[in-house]
């Protein structure tokens, strides 16, 4: 419990209990310029010295010199996502990065997130200078990170598997899931539109094309200008590599369990608690209910807006035997 992610944060009237979860305050204490107040750097700096875990995404960067001001009007929409997994970048087809695809160059994906956590622009253009540079002394920290992203294989499911029973999911898998989520699958990596996946809508509403025209000027004038963030009108088919460590599952983590998405949305749990460390092995995600995991975990209610548990319904359908040996198979990848 040393670890910075369980150390409470106290306010005057709060008591934020982990620092894995996920916020959004950007339009909620910012000037209407965009620009961040006293409140809003306050809060940046204390958030900032959790350390691990304490860097919630590049919409809300650590230091306000961070922020990539991109100069639109606080529209009031919530962009709640969780982090993607960043392993194995080189094995996942199609280069879409971000939840909804908003960029399929990693180089830009990388440099715009530097620059969202902190890091000054001046910085940047000298570390860009050396991202050839092929001595490790002197390549660019980017590049390098860039480099451990795509080849970091995902850590693999540490609990017994049932590998007869995995098989037999296998097949269920190639039937339902594969053209989407296989490696080598038709669709995946490609936005599937928000129509035909139906999930939670509001983190297309917060990305649209002022943005990310706004973001691709954002380096001009530099060596490393950006050039492809685009809106998109869907989420990506994800790889599913490393899946069992990735729950709570979705974009925006509102399916607590690989048990829970395979059931009818009137099935699945509405209220959890995520960021206990503890694994479900029969449910296949993390314990999120109970005492220990209220009080380690942040409430997350599915019926807010933003976090709904809704669509995506491959699966749901099939009989229990073969549910029970894809979820096997599920936690082979
Ligand atoms: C037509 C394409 C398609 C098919 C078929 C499909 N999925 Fe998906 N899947 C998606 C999309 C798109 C997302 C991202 C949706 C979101 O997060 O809002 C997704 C997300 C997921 C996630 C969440 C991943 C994470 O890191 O949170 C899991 C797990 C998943 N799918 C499992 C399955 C399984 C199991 C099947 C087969 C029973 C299946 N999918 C079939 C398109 C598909």
Redesign the pocket.
């Known amino acids: 419990m040393a670890d910075a992610i369980f150390q409470p944060l106290e306010f005057k009237n709060l008591t934020v209990k982990n620092r894995v979860f996920r916020s959004n305050i950007a339009g909620r204490l910012d000037n209407y310029d965009g620009s961040g107040n006293h409140a809003r750097i306050n809060w940046e700096v204390k958030f900032a010295r959790g350390g691990v875990g304490a860097i919630i995404s590049s919409f809300v960067p650590v230091q306000i010199r961070g922020r990539i001001n991109l100069g639109q009007p606080i529209d009031r929409t919530i962009g709640n ?2 982090m ?2 960043v392993w194995n970048l080189a094995k996942h087809p199609n280069s879409t990065y971000h ?1 909804d695809g908003l960029n399929t160059n990693l180089q830009e994906v990388v440099l715009s997130s530097a620059i969202g956590d902190g890091a000054p622009l001046k910085w940047v253009d000298r570390d860009f200078a050396k991202w050839n540079a092929t001595r490790p002394e002197e390549m660019s920290s980017l590049r390098r990170i860039s480099n451990f992203i795509s080849s970091t294989p995902p850590p693999k499911y540490p609990f017994a598997i049932d590998a007869a029973l995995a098989q037999t999911g296998a097949a ?2 190639q039937g ?6 296989a490696l080598d699958g038709p ?1 995946t990596g490609h ?2 539109p928000l129509a ?2 139906g ?2 809508r509001h ?1 297309l509403d917060m990305w649209r094309q002022p943005a990310a025209t706004a973001y691709n000027a954002k380096g001009e004038g530099h060596a490393w200008k950006f050039s492809n963030f685009k809106q998109s009108d ?5 790889p ?1 590599d490393g ?1 069992w460590l ?8 509102s ?1 607590p369990s ?1 048990t829970d ?2 059931e009818p949305v009137d099935r699945r749990t509405k209220l959890f608690w995520r960021g206990y460390d503890v694994y479900d092995q029969t449910r296949i995600g993390f314990v999120t209910d109970g005492p220990d995991a209220q009080a380690a975990g942040t409430r997350f209610d599915t019926t807010l807006p933003a976090n709904g548990n809704a ?2 319904m ?3 359908t ?1 009989d229990a035997a073969r549910k029970r040996a ?1 979820l096997e198979f ?1 936690k082979t990848l």
Request: with cysteine.
């Open positions: 996502s969780d993607q997994p939840w269920v898998f339902e899931c594969a053209s989407c989520h669709r936005v599937i035909e996946v999930t939670d983190r869907g989420y990506v088919a994800v599913l899946l990735r729950a709570p599952y979705l974009h925006n983590g399916v690989l998405l395979l669509g995506h491959w699966g749901t099939l894809l599920l």
